[in-house]
């Protein structure tokens, strides 16, 4: 945040001219202080036109699938990292066309479950499967993603998941999750209504689905 020095001192830049104090003589501290939010404000008329440090974030490699829908919210990058193009997107899904072209996954959304499931594919030199780390921030429907990468591995027959969340009541955000994109056959398994000695794989119901537990098992 700026002090009230430096704020004059940046619309006066804007203005092209010097810098105007507040002084005390002659006027009261509230006047003063007035003073300075005018011209702050005028300051912030001003900027119109200056480019901003963030754009719009638009999914690189998906621009050409024109049947996408857009995320509900705004999404920014800094006009840096605009600049350099994502990677290559090779992976063909198979989520059920009714979950793209209505909405239930953004395009936002299924471009980091595309991203995902190519990554997932993939083999490391060590023999294990390779990841993908999520890192996006509130707004994004991770949640919605999650569900996508669950569903998309649902129909290539690897019909096993585990879901970790930070809170036991979570777990019926996650069944709303799979539900509303058109994948509520998935049946997600509470761990905490199981015994530590059951084995899990002997338990009925648990051939395939979702593991729903949280860090603190």
Not at 86 to 93: A, D, E, Q, V
Request: hydrophobic fraction near 35%.
């Amino acid at each position: 945040p700026m002090t009230p020095q430096q704020m004059q001192e940046y619309n006066a830049h804007l203005r092209g001219g010097a810098p105007r104090h507040a002084g005390r003589q002659g006027g009261t501290e509230e006047k003063a202080e007035q003073v300075e939010v005018e011209d702050w404000e005028s300051g912030l008329g001003q900027m119109e036109g200056v480019v901003s440090p963030y754009q719009d974030y638009i999914p690189g490699r998906l621009q050409k699938h024109h049947f996408l829908v857009p995320h509900t919210d705004p999404v920014t990058e800094s006009s840096t990292l605009g600049f350099v193009l994502p990677p290559l997107l090779r992976y063909k899904i198979r989520l059920p066309r009714r979950t793209i072209e209505e909405g239930r996954l953004t395009s936002l959304q299924l471009e980091s479950v595309m991203y995902a499931c190519q990554e997932h594919a993939r083999d490391l030199a060590s023999g294990e499967r390779a990841g993908f780390f999520m890192g996006d921030g509130p707004g994004l429907g991770k949640g919605r993603q999650i569900a996508g990468i669950v569903f998309e591995n649902y129909l290539r027959g690897r019909k096993k998941a585990i879901w970790i969340s930070s809170g036991t009541d979570l777990i019926a955000d996650a069944v709303r999750d799979l539900r509303d994109i058109g994948a509520g056959n998935i049946k997600v398994h509470d761990l905490k209504d199981y015994q530590l000695d059951d084995k899990l794989s002997r338990q009925p119901g648990l051939q395939e689905g979702v593991i729903f537990l949280t860090y603190s098992l």
